[in-house]
């Protein structure tokens, strides 16, 4: 399993994989993600910044770490929240198809901004996805999470999270994510984001576009991603 498991970490690597799925890092790699984007929510201008990172554990464990700001022009208040989970792949096969589960402790939203929940709570979270290399010879990855966080006051919210991701010729990738997001005292949200990068040999740059359409309110962003792995 041990050479599979290399296989499909490679098809990954090679796509561009998202900060969500059921996979494990190798025992001591590491993955670290900044993305800074220029947004406008409700017509008023704003900036976001997102580090993400992942340290991989012995036995399939992965311990991963976020955190985001947002912050706005006019005056709406900015919003941070941070992030700090275990994920364990439970299970993977010959033909690519692997599952895991995640939890974690979290403070503060970012998916609904100023309308998500604050303060601190915990996130736990099933994962199912499949990884490879497609009949083209393009590394590919395509997942599916579900997830409940729970933080103070009561505010629950359910989340949904699917992703793909792939190669698209020599050095360029491109990736796709939707997350949908329910809750009884946040906002709820429906943003897609979608991403076209290239494979340098240190880095990988990435030009994206998000689009809030859950109609709760308005919010568009352009950004730019960098990630490094080892």
């Not at 984001?193 to 990435?206: K, M, N, R, S, W």
Request: hydrophobic share 35%; charged share 20%.
């Amino acid at each position: 399993m041990r050479g599979l498991g290399g296989i499909l970490f490679g098809a990954l690597v090679a796509s561009g994989t998202a900060e969500a799925g059921p996979w494990a890092q190798s025992p001591g790699g590491i993955y670290a993600r900044g993305i800074v984007s220029g947004e406008r929510l409700d017509g008023e201008d704003g900036l976001r910044i997102d580090q993400y990172g992942e340290v991989g554990l012995p036995g399939r464990f992965t311990l991963t770490g976020k955190a985001e700001a947002v912050r706005y022009d006019g005056g709406t208040a900015g919003s941070d929240s941070y992030r700090v989970s275990v994920r364990r792949q439970l299970w993977s096969n010959a033909k690519g198809w692997a599952a895991g589960a995640e939890g974690g402790v979290v403070h503060g939203s970012a998916l609904a901004g100023v309308f998500g929940c604050q303060g601190w709570g915990g996130e736990a979270r099933v994962s199912v996805g499949r990884s490879g290399i497609s009949k083209e010879g393009n590394a590919y990855y395509a997942f599916a999470d579900a997830a409940w966080i729970s933080q103070e006051g009561g505010c629950d919210r359910q989340r949904m999270e699917f992703g793909y991701g792939s190669d698209v010729g020599p050095n360029f990738f491109t990736s796709q994510q939707i997350w949908v997001e329910y809750g009884k005292r946040s906002a709820d949200s429906i943003k897609t984001e979608t991403q076209i990068g290239y494979h340098f040999p240190l880095v990988d740059v990435a030009l994206g576009y998000r689009d809030e359409l859950g109609g709760e309110f308005d919010e568009q962003a352009i950004l730019l991603a960098v990630t490094y792995r080892r």
